[in-house]
T-cell receptor, first 113, second 114 residues
């Protein structure tokens, strides 16, 4: 079965600083999803990556998938308090999500003013 | 993106009672719905996959008699936690998919069993 390891588990960053969260898969990634979750709330879809070397950006968040399709990173530039939350990476098993997603344990991001 | 509505968002129930959680796709037909449970430090774990009109497929270790899933229509799936106990207290999230496309998540339900 596929396993996703996220690092770091938690991160405290001063407002305005940049940060990176990593997600490493035990198997080749077919679809890699990034979500943000505020504690006790639903998931907010951020981005999905499928192709090796793919990079997507939305506002100040950039996600990349490496050429080997086993590692993804999420980079936040000039962090803001609104970026605080839990970031989860999820992977599908090749069925486009039709078989559900496997998730990493999440990265808890705290933004210090 | 598509909208998935989950209800209730929070529920408190007494030990031994049953609780039903609804998951609705509001603007698309969800041929497949997924139910996840969130464990502390273990992120979201897939509990079961349900396809409209057929029995749900449960992941290993999930008690099908305890967590009853019904997917009676293309827009509604329900998860019933039967004879709930405090250890069933958790955060449950559904997601819905229209086949080989991205799955959209509901807002989640915080269940507390007292």
């Amino acid at each position: 079965s596929q396993e996703l390891e996220q690092s770091p588990q938690s991160l405290i960053v001063q407002e305005g600083k940049n940060l990176t969260i990593n997600c490493t898969s035990s198997k080749t990634l077919y679809g890699l999803y990034w979500y943000k979750q505020k504690y006790g709330e639903g998931l907010i879809f951020l981005m999905m990556l499928q192709k090796g070397g793919e990079e997507k950006s939305h506002e100040k968040i950039t996600a990349k998938l490496d050429e080997k399709k086993q590692q993804s990173s999420l980079h936040i530039t000039a962090s803001q308090p609104s970026h605080a939350g839990i970031y989860l990476c999820g992977a599908d098993g090749g069925g486009g999500g039709a078989d559900g997603l496997t998730f990493g344990k999440g990265t808890h991001l705290i933004i210090q003013p | 993106g598509a909208v998935v509505s989950q209800h209730p968002s929070r529920v408190i129930c007494k030990s031994g009672t049953s609780v039903k959680i609804e998951c609705r796709s509001l603007d698309f037909q969800a041929t497949t719905m997924f139910w996840y449970r969130q464990f502390p430090k273990k992120s979201l774990m897939l509990m079961a996959t349900s396809n409209e009109g057929s029995k749900a497929t449960y992941e290993q270790g999930v008690e099908k008699d305890k967590f009853l899933i019904n997917h009676a229509s293309l827009t509604l799936s329900t998860l019933t936690v039967t004879s709930a106990h405090p250890e069933d207290s958790s955060f449950y999230i559904c997601s819905a998919s229209a086949g080989f496309t991205e799955a959209f998540f509901g807002q989640g339900t915080r269940l507390t069993v007292v």
